[in-house]
């Protein structure tokens, strides 16, 4: 196909011919006639921003202005190649924007850049890894990433699934991934350029091919992309501000029944993303905004920090199950602190465990709808159970996480300011961070200040732990720790969602 012949889509996402256009492009421009030229000129500016060959792309838009000044086109593409450096160099976005987009669009493929902050891969004890290159605060963004190939499941479209088979590994995979594979095929074959950042990841014991291409065309060993594509593919929600907000709206009480969230449908591959190894007991964070991928730093880190993230999320009564999914998918054993801690643990306190969890659930619905006179009576008993459930435990929590205790504590919390007794919902606030590895120096009056000196772990219903406490230090009369407070829930809403543009939108002003 010529140069002049292909089609004009204008920053397209499912269209791979960039490569054989820009080289086609590269022999014609500087001998077409003036007509043709801008012509040419559009599609190699085209090119190039599908490329994500930004500068050049200025560069050749600005050539277009030059000598066709009336090109109103060429003016707006400049600048949103100007925009997308600015994402790339400093980590820029308009992040509500982007969640605003997301809603709007059936297949929301957002048309930003990628960022790499400062982060590096360098050999790791698990192959390879991602690392801090300095310093990093809680919260920061280390990476926004554009997906490298994204399948994304048409809610609105109907429930047909494709099937994907693979003979060499007598797997079976129903859902998107059949529809990735075939979109990271045509990527490959047909913009040979992005290849080689796809085929360095993570292929197990696969042995590729040896040749590239024959007479001159790529070959794409589909068993390699198969098996890259199965140990480095995400799942991943449409946006994962939704997936919070309706956890933030829920009222979610403990002990309620609550429908568990179905696997996300969608998946895709994000090359520097990829490179992050896996902890139950992650270092970051990864959320999404459509084919966007957001990680930020759970916690303070000092420079060459490997970053993990959690692959799945942690049960600590189903060691065994994710063991298993661990070495079936991806062919290791994690050995993090939690899971080493609960393989130690007797299975009588694992036994204690479940039944404690048993035993409170009507406790917390009864004190839930307890009056006044009789909560009281109904927190001391639920008190009781927590203290038996928090002694099954041997490490320090600022060692490893007691992930079974942060749930009913936070609504324990709640209930104490819904019956007016700030105190207490500020003792019972600060245990959900305690058993979530947090360590915090004040934080109780007649303590002026509240400051996290080690930050543990971060779940989506942690804003509303701090947003608690700021209520109770506003009853307390404590001012400057309800500003910190408010300050810390929009850290957390900041690492779980992957922006704080929009923490108003969901919490209010004055929460």
């Given amino acids: 196909m010529s140069a002049s012949s292909r089609p004009n889509i204008p920053l397209p996402f499912n ?87 997301v809603l709007k669009m059936p297949l929301p493929y957002l048309d930003y850049a990628t960022y790499v902050g400062p982060v590096a891969v360098q050999t790791s004890a698990f192959g390879r890894g991602l690392f801090t290159t300095q310093a990093i605060q809680a919260g920061q963004l280390l990476l926004c990433e554009r997906a490298f190939c994204l399948a994304f499941e048409n809610e609105s479209a109907g429930s047909s699934s494709s099937i994907l088979i693979n003979t060499e590994t007598n797997t079976m995979t129903i859902g998107t991934q059949p529809q990735l594979m075939q979109m990271l095929v045509q990527k490959l074959k047909l913009t040979p350029s992005c290849a080689s950042a796809f085929t360095k990841l993570h292929a197990g014991s696969y042995k590729p091919v040896g040749m590239q291409e024959v007479d001159g065309n790529p070959i794409v060993d589909t068993f390699l992309a198969e098996r890259i594509m199965t140990l480095n593919s995400f799942g991943c929600p449409r946006s994962s501000r939704d997936l919070h907000l309706s956890l933030a709206k829920s009222g979610k009480v403990f002990g309620a029944d609550n429908t568990e969230s179905k696997e996300h449908g969608s998946c895709g591959v994000w090359l520097n993303a990829s490179y992050i190894n896996h902890s139950c007991v992650a270092k970051v964070c990864r959320s999404f905004i459509g084919n966007m991928m957001i990680i930020r730093a759970m916690h303070d880190l000092p420079p060459d920090t490997e970053l993990t993230i959690s692959y799945k999320a942690h049960d600590e009564d189903g060691l065994k199950e994710r063991q298993l999914k661990f070495q079936r998918q991806w062919g290791f054993q994690c050995t993090c602190p939690l899971c080493e801690s609960i393989r130690v643990t007797p299975s009588s306190a694992i036994a204690q465990r479940k039944q404690l969890h048993t035993n409170l659930k009507p406790l917390f619905q009864r004190a839930f709808s307890a009056p006044p006179s009789k909560f009281p009576a109904a927190a001391k008993r639920i008190e009781a159970i927590l203290v038996k459930w928090d002694k099954t435990y041997s490490l320090p929590a600022s060692q490893v996480p007691r992930l079974g205790l942060w749930d009913p504590l936070l609504a324990l919390a709640h209930m104490y300011l819904m019956h007016c007794q700030p105190l207490k919902t500020v003792q019972t606030a600060l245990r959900v961070l305690a058993t979530l590895g947090f360590v915090v120096e004040g934080g109780e009056p007649p303590q002026q200040q509240v400051v996290v000196r080690k930050w543990g772990v971060v779940v989506d219903l942690l804003p509303k732990c701090w947003l608690l406490l700021s209520r109770a230090y506003l009853l307390l009369s404590a001012p400057e720790m309800v500003a910190s407070a408010k300050a810390y829930a929009r850290t957390c809403y900041c690492i779980c969602v992957g922006e704080d543009e929009t923490f108003e939108s969901v919490y209010g002003e004055t929460d």
Avoid at 27 to 38: F, I, M, T, W
């Fill in 15 to 101: 269209n791979f011919w960039f490569d054989a256009a820009l080289q086609d492009l590269d022999e014609l421009v500087d001998v077409a006639e003036p007509k043709l030229r801008e012509k040419f000129l559009t599609r190699k500016a085209q090119a190039l921003y599908a490329l994500d060959q930004y500068r050049e792309c200025c560069e050749t838009l600005k050539t277009l202005q030059l000598e066709r000044p009336q090109n109103i086109a060429a003016k707006e593409a400049l600048g949103r190649a100007i925009s997308r450096l600015v994402e790339r160099n400093q980590g820029k976005y308009f992040f509500a924007k982007m969640q605003s987009d």
